[in-house]
C-alpha cells in the first residue's frame, strides 16, 4: 500500500492539477451551465433491422502495443476538438458513442467532430471516413470532477450512421460479468510514453495510427491493494494492467474502450479513466466499469436500433458482483441530470484537455 509521504506528494501533485486546469478554463471564460434533457421516446426495436456488433475484420490480431490492421476495430471512433485529436470513443448503435465524461466536459459540443473508419491519422483517403458533428453530449449526471467516479458519456452524432460489416457497433457487456482474470484489450491513438500533464502534448508523441493492446484485468479488491489507496477504487471502475508497468493505456487514449473477447464478439467492459502516471509499476490502468451503467445507457439510447452478438452460448454468470447488482436500482433513479460543467480533472488522468484550445461555452451549444 502507498506510504504516508507518497500520500501527502500524491495529493499535493493532484491539487496542483486541480488548481491548474481550474485556473486555464477559467482564463477562457467557461462557466456552469447545467441542463436536465429527458430522456428520448423508445422506439419499436421490432422493427429495426437486424445487425451484428463487436465483430473485427481481422481473424488474427497483433498485440502487444502494436500496429491495428486498417479498419480491425470498426467501432473505434476518434473524437476532435477544433480539427484536433484529443479522446477516443466507441460506437454501440446507429446514433450513439460512447466515450469518457472527463472527454467532453466544459467543451463546446459544436467544436466537437466524431471520426469513424480512421486508422492512421497522417493519411486523408485510406479508407471511406465518416465524420459526424454532435447533436447532444450525455454526461452522467454523477460524474466527479475530483475522483472521476462515473467518468462516462454519451455522444449523440447529428446524423445517424449505416451499421454494416465495414463499420459496426461494439457489443455491450452482461450485467453481472466483474471479468477479473480475463484478459483485455485497449484500442487508441494514446501518446506512447507518459507526457507531462502541465506542458502541452507533443503531438509527435500521440499516434498516427490506431493502436492495440492486450492487459489483464484485476479485480476491484486486487486494484485496492496497489500503489493506489483503497478508496480510490470504487466499485464504478474497472482495473487492468501488468504489476511490473510497461504497457497501459495513456493520455489521448482517454474515452476509448477496453475490450474483452466473447467467442468473435468483442465486449465493451470498461471505458478508459484515469491512471497515476501511465504504464508505472503497481498502478493498473483505471477504467470506468461499464456493465455499472446498462440502464442508464439504455435509457438515454432508447431511440436508437440496438444490435446483438451472435456468439454461440450465454455469457458466464459465476462471476457476480453483489455489490453492483445491488447499487444498479438507486442508478435507474436518477439518470435525468445531466449537465455540461466546467472542470476536467483527474490525478493523472489519460485526459488531453492541455492539446486543445478551450471555448467560452454559452448554455445553448451545451444544452443536451
Request: proline letters at 4%.
Amino acid at each position: 500500500n502507498i506510504n504516508e509521504g507518497d500520500y501527502t506528494a500524491f495529493e499535493e501533485n493532484k491539487q496542483s492539477i486541480l488548481q491548474w486546469i481550474a485556473s486555464l478554463l477559467a482564463m477562457a471564460g467557461i462557466g456552469g451551465s447545467d441542463t436536465n434533457p429527458e430522456p428520448p421516446e423508445p422506439i419499436d426495436q421490432a422493427k429495426c433491422k437486424p445487425c451484428n456488433c463487436g465483430v473485427t475484420n481481422k481473424n488474427i490480431r497483433i498485440v502487444g502495443g502494436q500496429e491495428t490492421e486498417v479498419n480491425e476495430y470498426p467501432w473505434m471512433a476518434l473524437l476532435m476538438y477544433r480539427g484536433q485529436f484529443y479522446c477516443g470513443g466507441t460506437l454501440i448503435n446507429h446514433w450513439y458513442i460512447l466515450t469518457a465524461a472527463h472527454c467532453v466536459s466544459g467543451f463546446k459540443k459544436s467544436r466537437i467532430r466524431v471520426r469513424l473508419l480512421e486508422h492512421d491519422q497522417k493519411i486523408d483517403n485510406e479508407t471511406e471516413i465518416i465524420e459526424r458533428g454532435v447533436q447532444q453530449v450525455i454526461r452522467h449526471e454523477r460524474y466527479s470532477t475530483s475522483t472521476l467516479d462515473n467518468d462516462i458519456a454519451l455522444i449523440k452524432m447529428d446524423e445517424e450512421v449505416d451499421v454494416y460489416d465495414e463499420l459496426m457497433p461494439a457489443c455491450l457487456p452482461p450485467l453481472k460479468k466483474t471479468f477479473a482474470g480475463e484478459t483485455g484489450i485497449v484500442t487508441g491513438w494514446g501518446v506512447k510514453m507518459q507526457v507531462k500533464v502541465r506542458s502541452l502534448l507533443n503531438r509527435a508523441s500521440i499516434s498516427a495510427t490506431l493502436q492495440e493492446l492486450e492487459v489483464p484485468i484485476i479485480s476491484n479488491a486486487e486494484c485496492r491493494k496497489t500503489g493506489y489507496m483503497s478508496k480510490q477504487i470504487t466499485d464504478n471502475m474497472l482495473c487492468a494492467g501488468f504489476k511490473d508497468g510497461g504497457k497501459d493505456s495513456c493520455q489521448g487514449d482517454s474515452g476509448g474502450p477496453l475490450h474483452v473477447r466473447q467467442g468473435q464478439n468483442h465486449l465493451i467492459v470498461g471505458v478508459v479513466s484515469w491512471g497515476q502516471g501511465c504504464a508505472r509499476p503497481n498502478y493498473p490502468g483505471v477504467y470506468c466499469r461499464v456493465n455499472r451503467y446498462l440502464p442508464w445507457i439504455e435509457k438515454f439510447t432508447a431511440d436508437a436500433c440496438q444490435c446483438k452478438h451472435t456468439s454461440e452460448g450465454t455469457p458466464v454468470e459465476e462471476d457476480v458482483d453483489e455489490n453492483l447488482l445491488s447499487s444498479l436500482k438507486s442508478d435507474i433513479a436518477t439518470t435525468t441530470d445531466i449537465a455540461i460543467t466546467t472542470v476536467t480533472t483527474a490525478t493523472d488522468t489519460k485526459v488531453t484537455t492541455d492539446t486543445v484550445t478551450t471555448d467560452k461555452v454559452d448554455e445553448s451549444d451545451t444544452t443536451v
